[in-house]
């Protein structure tokens, strides 16, 4: 499916959406209008496509950090894995109280749980700045992805206010890239899933300014921050070099990074296009690893949003980050598939690659 298949599935944001959108840039820093983005930015196509091919998101009904993560997809977690976070941190803003519930920093990474609910307990929707009231509810509950009704309806049938919340984190006054997501646990509680790229450690800690926001309708937007600490654990890195075209296909596939924690192992595949063959500029092609001894994929790990750039002027050479596999694979070898979530091609042939 190509770009302008993409744009007639979504269509145009409604005025509303772009009043809020503007409201929210004019109260923003500059540095932030360009640093920062969005889970629901990035991977809107993406999550169209998982919805059609049947993937069920868990509403997290108040677990942790490595429970809501075990959600998304087939990504677990070791058994008895435990974060450790004991903090308890808290921001009022208005009448909307974000809270920590968990948060855990893996190499250079962070990943949290915020909590977002009203200061007298009562009941409320929370969405992300990007959502509009004309979104499906499934949106936010994610157990009920068939449900017709738009927020806006599931709002007025249950008299609930709607607040708009986001958070986002800061090193030495820049803001950091990251991911953000947001689900509904109950109609009194949002929990908001950050997951913030090279937080940076000095002595085995990050010390982040953690920023939150809310607004609802017109009213003025409103904003807090806390400095916090987070400790870290470091990663254990290396490189695979592998520079092998795949068979049958225009991709060769230059090397593979890997960093292994207690939770999963990250891999980002570097990868070159042969610009001689039918090439597109939307041609970019994420990776997923095969146990040899089954061609069965691996299971996924625990953290990462896999994202994909381009690390060149031509658009021909690209970074496919954050792919995880399971903090249980042992094996020594993988095979390596490749795949384009904006064509119809089949998935590529495989190559065989030695990580260990």
Same mark, same amino acid.
């Given at each position: 499916m190509?770009?302008e298949?993409?744009q ?14 503007q409201?929210?840039?004019?109260h923003?820093?500059e540095?932030?209008k360009m640093?920062r983005?969005?889970?629901?930015t990035?991977?809107?196509a993406?999550?169209?496509l998982l ?6 998101? *868990? ?12 959600g998304?997809?087939d *990504?677990?977690?070791?058994?008895n894995?435990a !974060?450790g976070y004991?903090q308890?941190?808290?921001q $009022?803003?208005?009448d909307?109280?974000f809270?920590?519930?968990d948060a ?14 009203r $200061?007298?307990g009562?009941? *409320?929707?929370?969405?992300?700045q990007?959502?509009? &009231? ?7 509950y994610r157990e009920?992805l068939?449900?017709p ?5 599931? *709002? ?7 607040y708009?919340?986001d ?9 950091? =890239? ?5 689900a509904? =646990?109950?109609?009194?509680r ?6 913030v790229? &090279?937080?940076g ?7 982040? $300014?953690w920023n939150?926001m809310a607004? @609802?309708?017109? @009213?003025?937007i409103? @904003?807090?921050?806390?400095e ?8 254990k890195t290396?490189?695979?070099?592998v520079? @092998?075209r ?7 596939v ?9 939770m ?5 595949v570097t990868?070159?296009?042969?610009q001689?063959?039918d ?7 994420s ?11 691996i ?5 990462g949003s896999? !994202?994909?750039?381009?690390t ?7 970074i496919?980050?954050f ?11 993988v095979?390596?598939?490749a !795949?384009n979530?904006?064509?119809e091609e =089949?998935?590529t042939?495989t190559?065989?690659?030695k990580i260990?």
């Open positions: 190509k770009r298949d993409w007639a599935a979504f269509g145009t944001p409604t005025a509303s959406f772009d009043a809020r959108f409201q929210t840039l004019n923003l820093e540095d932030r640093k983005f969005t889970l629901r990035v991977i809107l993406v999550a169209l919805a059609t091919m049947g993937v069920v998101y *868990a509403a997290t009904n108040g677990k942790t950090l490595q429970d809501f993560i075990l998304r997809g *990504a677990h977690l070791p058994e894995f !974060t004991d308890d941190l808290t $009022t803003v208005g909307v109280r809270r920590i519930r855990y920093v893996n190499g250079n990474t962070l990943y949290a749980i915020i909590e977002a609910s $200061t007298d009562s009941p *409320a929707l929370f969405l992300p990007d959502y509009t &009231e004309e979104d499906l509810i499934g949106n936010l009920m068939e449900d009704r738009t927020i806006a309806e599931y *709002a007025r049938e249950k008299n609930l206010p709607i708009w919340v958070s986002w984190f800061k090193r030495n006054g820049e803001v950091m =890239e990251g991911t953000f997501d947001i509904m =646990e109950e109609d009194r949002g929990a908001l899933f950050a997951e790229f &090279e937080v450690v000095q002595d085995g800690f990050a010390a982040l $300014t939150v607004w @609802q309708d017109a @009213q003025a409103q @904003q807090a921050d806390k916090i600490t987070l400790p870290v654990e470091e990663s290396w490189e695979v070099p520079n @092998q795949i068979e049958g296909s225009r991709i060769t230059d090397a593979i990074f890997f960093r292994q924690n207690r999963d192992i990250q891999a980002d990868y070159h296009i042969d001689a063959s090439w597109h500029a939307n041609d970019h092609y990776f997923e690893f095969l146990d040899p001894a089954t061609n069965e994929l299971p996924g790990g625990a953290g896999s !994202t994909i750039a381009s060149n002027e031509e658009d021909t050479a690209f496919h980050k792919i995880t596999l399971s903090a249980e694979f042992t094996g020594d070898t095979l390596l598939r !795949t979530p904006f064509s =089949e998935p042939g190559i065989q690659v260990r």
